[in-house]
């Protein structure tokens, strides 16, 4: 499977603090993505970026924040403003430039209590 | 809004037996669509796009502009078949997915 990471697998972080979410890729790709999934929901669109140094809001970004300062990183920071931030995370990439195929991480599931 | 339907959350089909994944959307324009799928423990990943019009692992999935469809069949299920499928829909020029809300499929031996 390699080619984009997500660490760690399991987080637990008690509520009110701040916590980041690491997603690494080696696949050159210039766009990454992540999704929260709940049960029922589906996969819902957080925050996207097409390249370096820039990036835009999905459908749920309140109370997430990104930053994409080098290509093959794209780490996700959920803040303590996400009211229900337990979930399971998901980062993905794609080559980019009009090519669609998304590439998904292993997700990392994060508990908040 | 964009919005993609999966009316089923649950579908069981016993082996051997025909399967259909129902998805409609709700765009304009001509979209790229998608299904993507997650067996268990394994990355979501994807299963077939429509502009390829590709048979994945004995899938296919025909576009109906009309009723703005997008189903996912297969003439005859397997147990392997077992997963979560997500319909997913993407404007051109816009490379950004919206996901369907899933189906699991869970095939009887």
């Known amino acids: 499977d390699g080619g984009i990471t997500q660490s760690p697998k399991y987080l637990f972080r008690k509520e009110g603090q701040n916590v980041t979410l690491s997603c690494e890729q080696n696949l050159n790709h210039d766009a990454m993505y992540w999704y929260r999934q709940d049960p029922g929901q589906g996969l819902r669109l957080i925050y996207y970026s097409q390249i370096v140094n820039d990036f835009q809001k999905g459908d749920i970004a309140e109370g997430y924040s990104v930053s994409r300062e080098k290509k093959e990183s794209f780490p996700l920071t959920v803040t303590s403003a996400q009211k229900n931030p337990t979930a399971f995370y998901l980062c993905?990439?794609?080559?980019?430039?009009?090519?669609?195929?998304?590439?998904f991480g292993p997700g990392t599931r994060l508990t908040v209590t | 809004a964009q919005r993609v339907t999966q009316p089923e959350k649950l579908l069981s089909v016993f082996k051997g037996a025909p399967v259909e994944l129902k998805c409609n959307y709700s765009?304009?324009?001509?979209?790229?669509l998608f299904w993507y799928v997650q067996y268990s423990r394994q990355r979501l990943q994807l299963l077939l796009r429509?502009?390829s019009r590709e048979s994945i692992k004995g899938f296919t999935a025909d576009l109906n502009k009309g009723e703005t469809s997008f189903h996912l069949k297969k003439p005859f299920a397997q147990e392997e078949d077992s997963a979560m499928y997500y319909c997913a829909p993407s404007y051109f020029g816009n490379e950004k997915l919206t996901f369907g809300t899933g189906t699991r499929l869970t095939i009887i031996p």
């Open positions: 429509h502009i």
């Open positions: 765009y304009s324009g001509s979209p790229e």
């Open positions: 993905a990439s794609s080559p980019g430039q009009g090519y669609y195929e998304q590439y």
